[in-house]
Protein backbone atom coordinates (compact mmCIF):
# COMPACT_ATOMS: atom_id res chain seq x y z
CA UNK A 1 0.00 0.00 0.00
CA UNK A 2 1.04 3.68 -0.75
CA UNK A 3 1.31 6.09 2.33
CA UNK A 4 0.67 9.53 2.60
CA UNK A 5 1.98 11.48 5.32
CA UNK A 6 1.50 15.01 5.54
CA UNK A 7 3.69 17.47 7.72
CA UNK A 8 3.38 19.41 10.16
CA UNK A 9 -0.02 17.74 11.81
CA UNK A 10 -0.75 21.02 12.65
CA UNK A 11 0.26 24.78 12.08
CA UNK A 12 0.08 28.02 13.60
CA UNK A 13 -0.57 30.66 11.21
CA UNK A 14 -1.71 34.51 11.76
CA UNK A 15 -3.83 36.38 8.93
CA UNK A 16 -1.78 37.72 6.01
CA UNK A 17 0.89 34.75 6.38
CA UNK A 18 2.17 32.50 3.64
CA UNK A 19 1.73 28.78 4.51
CA UNK A 20 2.85 25.66 3.34
CA UNK A 21 1.56 22.62 3.77
CA UNK A 22 3.71 19.26 2.58
CA UNK A 23 2.46 15.52 1.62
CA UNK A 24 4.68 12.88 0.65
CA UNK A 25 4.25 9.54 -1.04
CA UNK A 26 5.58 6.04 -0.08
CA UNK A 27 6.23 5.96 -3.22
CA UNK A 28 6.04 7.97 -6.62
CA UNK A 29 2.39 9.02 -7.83
CA UNK A 30 2.89 11.11 -10.84
CA UNK A 31 0.55 14.00 -9.78
CA UNK A 32 -2.31 11.52 -8.85
CA UNK A 33 -2.74 13.97 -5.72
CA UNK A 34 -5.85 16.44 -4.33
CA UNK A 35 -6.14 18.61 -1.87
CA UNK A 36 -9.27 19.04 0.74
CA UNK A 37 -10.31 21.21 3.10
CA UNK A 38 -12.20 20.49 6.09
CA UNK A 39 -13.74 23.09 8.57
CA UNK A 40 -15.17 21.61 11.87
CA UNK A 41 -19.02 19.83 11.48
CA UNK A 42 -18.31 20.05 7.38
CA UNK A 43 -17.85 18.06 4.54
CA UNK A 44 -14.74 18.07 2.98
CA UNK A 45 -14.47 20.50 0.16
CA UNK A 46 -12.15 20.52 -2.97
CA UNK A 47 -9.06 22.54 -3.15
CA UNK A 48 -6.99 21.55 -6.12
CA UNK A 49 -6.86 18.16 -8.18
CA UNK A 50 -4.04 16.83 -10.19
CA UNK A 51 -1.74 18.21 -7.69
CA UNK A 52 -1.72 21.98 -9.61
CA UNK A 53 -5.44 22.41 -10.66
CA UNK A 54 -7.17 24.78 -9.47
CA UNK A 55 -10.93 23.66 -8.06
CA UNK A 56 -13.75 26.09 -9.96
CA UNK A 57 -14.52 28.55 -7.49
CA UNK A 58 -11.52 28.22 -5.06
CA UNK A 59 -9.53 31.48 -4.59
CA UNK A 60 -6.38 31.94 -6.37
CA UNK A 61 -4.27 32.36 -2.86
CA UNK A 62 -4.59 28.51 -3.10
CA UNK A 63 -1.89 27.03 -5.32
CA UNK A 64 -0.30 23.36 -5.29
CA UNK A 65 2.94 21.89 -6.52
CA UNK A 66 4.88 18.51 -6.84
CA UNK A 67 4.97 15.43 -8.71
CA UNK A 68 6.30 11.96 -7.66
CA UNK A 69 6.47 12.34 -3.94
CA UNK A 70 6.68 15.00 -2.79
CA UNK A 71 3.57 17.97 -2.70
CA UNK A 72 2.65 21.45 -1.73
CA UNK A 73 -0.31 23.33 -0.91
CA UNK A 74 0.53 26.67 -0.30
CA UNK A 75 -1.82 29.72 0.59
CA UNK A 76 -0.15 32.98 -0.15
CA UNK A 77 -2.06 35.15 2.29
CA UNK A 78 -3.88 33.54 4.91
CA UNK A 79 -7.88 34.75 5.44
CA UNK A 80 -9.56 34.01 8.56
CA UNK A 81 -11.83 31.70 6.45
CA UNK A 82 -8.75 29.56 5.73
CA UNK A 83 -8.48 28.12 9.38
CA UNK A 84 -9.48 24.87 8.85
CA UNK A 85 -7.93 21.21 7.89
CA UNK A 86 -6.40 20.07 5.23
CA UNK A 87 -5.97 16.39 3.64
CA UNK A 88 -4.00 15.12 1.03
CA UNK A 89 -5.57 12.46 -1.38
CA UNK A 90 -4.06 9.65 -3.84
CA UNK A 91 -6.64 9.25 -5.94
CA UNK A 92 -5.46 6.48 -8.69
CA UNK A 93 -6.57 3.48 -9.98
CA UNK A 94 -7.78 1.65 -6.72
CA UNK A 95 -6.07 3.56 -4.22
CA UNK A 96 -7.70 6.67 -2.22
CA UNK A 97 -5.77 7.05 0.32
CA UNK A 98 -6.21 10.33 2.58
CA UNK A 99 -3.44 12.01 4.84
CA UNK A 100 -4.02 12.33 8.37
CA UNK A 101 -4.69 16.20 8.24
CA UNK A 102 -3.02 19.21 8.83
CA UNK A 103 -4.96 21.46 11.33
CA UNK A 104 -4.07 24.96 10.15
CA UNK A 105 -4.81 26.93 13.25
CA UNK A 106 -4.64 30.81 14.58
CA UNK B 1 -29.94 21.55 -6.64
CA UNK B 2 -26.72 19.12 -7.11
CA UNK B 3 -26.43 17.31 -3.73
CA UNK B 4 -25.90 13.90 -1.54
CA UNK B 5 -28.09 13.06 0.96
CA UNK B 6 -27.01 10.34 4.08
CA UNK B 7 -29.00 8.87 6.22
CA UNK B 8 -29.46 5.37 8.15
CA UNK B 9 -26.75 6.44 11.04
CA UNK B 10 -27.31 6.41 14.69
CA UNK B 11 -26.73 4.24 17.78
CA UNK B 12 -26.17 0.30 17.31
CA UNK B 13 -24.37 -2.68 19.59
CA UNK B 14 -21.28 -4.17 18.54
CA UNK B 15 -21.83 -7.27 16.25
CA UNK B 16 -25.33 -5.76 14.95
CA UNK B 17 -25.98 -4.38 11.56
CA UNK B 18 -27.31 -1.51 10.17
CA UNK B 19 -27.50 -0.03 6.00
CA UNK B 20 -27.03 3.64 5.54
CA UNK B 21 -28.31 5.03 2.18
CA UNK B 22 -26.88 8.29 -0.08
CA UNK B 23 -29.50 9.68 -2.26
CA UNK B 24 -28.57 11.72 -4.89
CA UNK B 25 -30.51 14.82 -6.33
CA UNK B 26 -29.95 17.35 -9.32
CA UNK B 27 -27.55 14.95 -11.67
CA UNK B 28 -28.12 11.45 -13.13
CA UNK B 29 -26.70 9.09 -10.86
CA UNK B 30 -26.79 6.57 -12.70
CA UNK B 31 -23.43 7.84 -14.77
CA UNK B 32 -21.55 8.08 -11.54
CA UNK B 33 -19.58 5.73 -9.21
CA UNK B 34 -20.07 6.91 -5.50
CA UNK B 35 -17.70 6.23 -2.94
CA UNK B 36 -18.03 5.99 1.03
CA UNK B 37 -15.56 7.91 3.02
CA UNK B 38 -15.58 7.89 7.38
CA UNK B 39 -14.29 9.98 9.81
CA UNK B 40 -13.97 8.84 13.28
CA UNK B 41 -14.55 11.21 16.28
CA UNK B 42 -11.49 14.06 16.24
CA UNK B 43 -9.59 11.85 13.20
CA UNK B 44 -8.80 12.19 10.12
CA UNK B 45 -10.91 11.10 6.44
CA UNK B 46 -10.63 7.13 5.85
CA UNK B 47 -11.68 5.63 2.21
CA UNK B 48 -14.30 2.58 2.74
CA UNK B 49 -15.64 1.70 -0.18
CA UNK B 50 -16.54 2.53 -3.94
CA UNK B 51 -18.89 1.04 -6.21
CA UNK B 52 -18.73 1.81 -10.16
CA UNK B 53 -21.39 3.39 -12.10
CA UNK B 54 -23.49 0.33 -12.92
CA UNK B 55 -22.49 -1.41 -9.90
CA UNK B 56 -20.02 -4.10 -11.98
CA UNK B 57 -17.35 -3.43 -9.74
CA UNK B 58 -16.63 -2.51 -5.78
CA UNK B 59 -13.96 -2.23 -3.70
CA UNK B 60 -13.20 -1.98 -0.03
CA UNK B 61 -10.88 -1.07 2.38
CA UNK B 62 -9.05 -3.74 4.29
CA UNK B 63 -10.99 -2.69 7.76
CA UNK B 64 -14.24 -3.26 6.24
CA UNK B 65 -13.61 -6.10 4.01
CA UNK B 66 -16.14 -9.15 4.73
CA UNK B 67 -18.64 -6.62 6.60
CA UNK B 68 -19.41 -4.27 4.54
CA UNK B 69 -21.37 -4.01 1.19
CA UNK B 70 -21.82 -1.39 -1.24
CA UNK B 71 -24.70 -2.00 -3.82
CA UNK B 72 -26.53 0.87 -5.81
CA UNK B 73 -30.14 1.15 -7.35
CA UNK B 74 -30.24 3.94 -9.78
CA UNK B 75 -33.81 3.69 -10.36
CA UNK B 76 -33.92 5.29 -7.36
CA UNK B 77 -31.01 7.22 -7.31
CA UNK B 78 -29.42 5.65 -4.47
CA UNK B 79 -26.61 3.93 -3.47
CA UNK B 80 -26.29 1.86 -0.14
CA UNK B 81 -23.50 1.03 2.43
CA UNK B 82 -24.75 -2.48 4.17
CA UNK B 83 -22.78 -2.67 7.57
CA UNK B 84 -22.69 -6.06 9.36
CA UNK B 85 -20.58 -7.25 12.23
CA UNK B 86 -19.59 -3.57 13.46
CA UNK B 87 -17.33 -2.99 15.78
CA UNK B 88 -16.76 0.25 18.14
CA UNK B 89 -13.64 0.95 15.90
CA UNK B 90 -16.70 1.75 12.80
CA UNK B 91 -17.92 4.08 14.94
CA UNK B 92 -17.70 7.66 12.47
CA UNK B 93 -19.37 10.08 10.58
CA UNK B 94 -20.08 8.50 7.21
CA UNK B 95 -19.92 10.32 4.28
CA UNK B 96 -21.00 9.56 0.33
CA UNK B 97 -18.79 11.47 -2.39
CA UNK B 98 -19.11 11.77 -5.89
CA UNK B 99 -15.78 10.73 -8.11
CA UNK B 100 -15.32 13.31 -11.65
CA UNK B 101 -12.31 13.76 -13.98
CA UNK B 102 -10.32 16.13 -15.44
CA UNK B 103 -10.93 16.77 -18.97
CA UNK B 104 -7.91 14.02 -19.91
CA UNK B 105 -9.73 11.27 -17.99
CA UNK B 106 -6.60 10.28 -15.91
CA UNK B 107 -7.17 12.22 -12.80
CA UNK B 108 -10.17 11.66 -10.60
CA UNK B 109 -11.59 13.70 -7.13
CA UNK B 110 -14.12 13.56 -5.47
CA UNK B 111 -15.61 17.15 -6.23
CA UNK B 112 -19.26 16.14 -3.99
CA UNK B 113 -20.05 15.33 -0.65
CA UNK B 114 -23.00 15.11 1.33
CA UNK B 115 -23.28 16.05 5.23
CA UNK B 116 -22.43 12.52 6.63
CA UNK B 117 -24.56 10.67 8.76
CA UNK B 118 -22.86 9.75 12.52
CA UNK B 119 -22.85 5.31 13.13
CA UNK B 120 -21.93 4.75 17.09
CA UNK B 121 -21.05 1.59 17.78
CA UNK B 122 -21.23 1.38 21.54
CA UNK B 123 -23.22 -1.30 23.73
Known amino acids: DIQMTQSPSSLSASVGDRVTITCRASQSISSYLNWYQQKPGKAPKLLMY???NLQSGVPPRFSGSGSGTDFTLTISSLQPEDFATYYC?????????FGQGTKLEI | QVQLVESGGGVVQPGRSLRLSCAAS????????IHWVRQAPGKGLEWVAV????????LYADPVKGRFTISRDNSKNTVYLQMNSLRVEDTAVYYC????????????????WGRGTLVTVSS
Open chain 2, 26 to 33: GFTLSTYG
Open chain 2, 97 to 112: ARPEYDSSGFYSYFDL
Open chain 2, 51 to 58: IWYDGSNK
Open chain 1, 50 to 52: AAS
Open chain 1, 89 to 97: QLSYSTLYT
